[in-house]
């Protein structure tokens, strides 16, 4: 491949980008303005100033859109293909992954949280969402490599702590969008999640 197509790619994927960020950035303005039943892939495209073909070429749902947005979250240092050493290292990533998640609902703030925590997104049904890089999907993973290897025994199957976790992570989130981000987000996470994965892995 010649510099020139190198270069010529990188511009179609920084367009393709831009359009991505400024889909979801008129996707997070209705949302906040007026919530999860105003959010129809026409007012996005709207409020984008874009195509449906466009927000097609992208995403294929407005909640494929939301949960590209949460899932893409920046990574935490951990590196999740080391194995633990013993369950304290493990149940300590395991809490770094929910706090680096925080963090990023922090950043993307309550309005849009809020309404993203609604039954009514698909996005956050496990049967039915797509194999992104979820936190969960992430914990599951490597908390299966500790066990194949030895280092952690779990007193429940894999299945139902990512549940459990899943729900834990669920109420913290609207906890906090129930009390208008006005509470110790990180600390409750931390709190919560350390006690349940004291119970359940040794």
Same mark, same amino acid.
């Given at each position: ?28 303005? @209705?949302?906040?303005?007026? &919530? ?12 984008? &100033?874009?195509?449906?073909?466009? /927000? ?13 947005? @949460? ?14 050493? %013993? ?9 770094? #992954? ?10 993307? &703030?309550?309005?849009?949280?809020? %309404?993203?925590?609604?039954?009514? %997104?698909?996005?956050?049904?496990? #049967? ?8 969960? #999907? ?13 280092? @952690? ?15 834990? #992570?669920?109420?913290?989130? /609207? ?5 208008? &981000?006005?509470?110790? /987000?990180?600390? %409750? ?14």
């Amino acid at each position: 491949m010649s510099e020139h197509t190198q270069q010529k790619l990188s511009k179609q994927q920084q367009k393709s980008q831009e359009t991505k960020e400024r889909i979801f950035r008129a996707a997070k303005e @209705i949302l906040k303005k007026k &919530g999860y039943d105003a959010l129809s892939i026409k007012n996005i495209c709207e409020e984008a &100033g874009v195509s449906n073909g466009s /927000f097609y070429h992208h995403f294929k749902t407005k909640d494929d859109l939301l949960s590209y947005y @949460i899932e893409e979250q920046p990574s935490v240092s951990t590196d999740y293909s080391e194995i633990p050493q %013993n369950a304290d290292d493990a149940k300590r990533t395991v809490i770094l #992954v929910y706090l680096n998640y925080v963090k990023y609902c922090e950043e993307l &703030g309550v309005p849009f949280m809020a %309404n993203y925590y609604t039954p009514k %997104n698909q996005a956050l049904n496990p #049967v039915s969402r797509t194999k992104r890089p979820y936190p969960i #999907v992430t914990v599951t993973t490597y908390l299966e490599k500790a066990l194949k290897a030895g280092t @952690i025994k779990i007193s429940l199957t894999l299945e139902e702590i990512s549940t459990d976790i899943r729900m834990l #992570v669920i109420g913290n989130v /609207f906890e906090w969008c129930l009390r208008n &981000g006005k509470t110790d /987000f990180a600390g %409750n996470m931390e709190r919560s999640l350390g006690k349940y994965l004291d119970s359940v892995i040794q």
